[in-house]
């Protein structure tokens, strides 16, 4: 089992920064590739970005290239989604989630169903 807890959500101007975390807990935070999704009211849940247990591949939507940055610190066993220049299209709940990377270094899965674990999620919300 992996426990996944995300933090940094809040509101923000248009233009602004966040950056939200994850903490895992549980089983190797190592072995595992982490992503971030979202998902605005109304709306279907999307893909944002996710990062190889390796933390040396990425991969981002279209939408968010440029503006979000993942990242990963295994010694600290979170993940982080730095988010700058933040739109009111960004206003969503945020998930963090880990996805068995079953030893392939530069697993970095975009499809909510390939993920084993996920966050209960925090709001960020970008308006002035």
């Known amino acids: 089992q992996v426990q996944l807890v995300e933090s940094g959500g809040g509101l923000v101007q248009p233009g602004g920064s966040l950056r939200l975390s994850c903490a895992a807990s549980?089983?190797?935070?190592?072995?595992?590739?982490m992503g971030w999704f979202r998902q605005a009211p109304g709306k279907e849940r999307e893909f944002v970005a996710a990062?190889?247990?390796?933390?040396?591949?990425?991969s981002y939507a279209d939408s968010v290239k440029g503006r979000l940055t993942i990242s990963r610190d295994i010694a600290k066993s979170t993940v982080y989604l730095q988010m700058n220049s933040l739109t009111p299209e960004d206003t969503a709940v945020y998930y963090c989630?880990?996805?068995?990377?079953?030893?392939?270094?530069?697993?970095?899965?975009?499809?909510?169903?390939?993920?084993?674990?996920w966050g209960q999620g925090t709001q960020v919300t970008a308006s002035s």
């Open positions: 990062v190889s247990w390796s933390g040396l591949r990425t």
């Open positions: 549980g089983r190797t935070f190592s072995t595992y590739a």
């Open positions: 989630a880990a996805a068995d990377a079953g030893g392939r270094p530069s697993y970095t899965p975009r499809r909510g169903t390939e993920y084993n674990y």
